[in-house]
């Protein structure tokens, strides 16, 4: 798990070096920036496999911040915010973020996230080109003909719950936010439609997951949206 380089973003200096003694201890690499306008360049200049970025900066805004290098990178992208902050979340993963951590976080859950992020990295780095084919633990996806296999059966899915897995598979590892979704797969972004959202997501995961209540695939983050995990 070493050699990754990760630019660590964060004016406040006791989190940063919170951050900085836990990756040095697990062999990550690290720039750091304490500034919006600093992880903006050092992110040009480093070209970093994993961004951990502070949504309050003294000088430009985090979301601000994600929409300047999403206009040239791809670039995984962790967001660093309160408690208190749910819509920046939000915002920060609809301008492109893949996921988030919430202040406190223990160094268990940002190792857990950085590992998250260097599966979702490797699956980006193999699918470079357009696969016909999806799999993932027991799911596989042909996308040519529409089927859909869990361990080899396959399964009987209405059309909007297909998009809706094909939209999570595309994506897997990021979290991806009610409103991304709704836009995606109805077309629409109504804050109403969430609840439709939820009853279209309880229906797939009784056909895919094993046990609905505590989910394999797919993640519930409450309040946010939901994301496909890759199972090891
Ligand atoms: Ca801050």
């Keep these: 798990m070493s050699k990754f380089q990760i630019l660590v973003v964060e004016d406040d200096a006791p989190i940063r070096s919170l951050i900085t003694t836990t990756l040095k201890a697990h062999d990550y690499r690290f720039v750091v920036s304490e500034t919006g306008e600093g992880a903006v360049m050092e992110t040009a200049s480093h ?48 301008a492109g973020a893949d996921d988030y951590l919430t202040k406190p976080f223990s160094v268990d859950e940002l190792l857990a996230r950085l590992r998250v992020t260097q599966r979702r990295l490797a699956l980006m780095q193999s699918n470079t ?31 909007i719950e297909y998009k809706l897995l094909c939209l999570l598979a595309r994506n897997t590892g990021k ?15 109504w804050e109403k439609d969430v609840g439709s959202l939820r009853v279209f997501m309880a229906t797939l995961r009784k056909k895919l997951e094993k046990a609905p209540g505590s989910p394999q695939y797919i993640q519930t983050h409450i309040g946010i949206g939901y994301r496909m995990l890759k199972i090891e």
């Design 175 to 189: 979290v991806l936010t009610h409103k991304f979704i709704l836009q995606n797969v109805w077309g629409s972004s």
């Design 129 to 159: 080109t357009q696969q016909s084919t999806y799999e993932n633990g027991q799911l596989k996806i042909d996308y040519a003909s529409g089927c859909v296999y869990l361990g080899g059966e396959e399964m009987r899915l209405t059309p």
């Design 47 to 94: 070209n970093p496999d994993i961004i951990l970025l502070d949504l309050g900066l003294p000088d430009i805004d985090g979301v601000e911040v994600i929409s300047r290098i999403r206009s040239w990178s791809n670039v995984p992208i962790i967001v660093i915010s309160a408690r208190s902050e749910d819509s920046d979340k939000i915002d920060a993963l609809d």
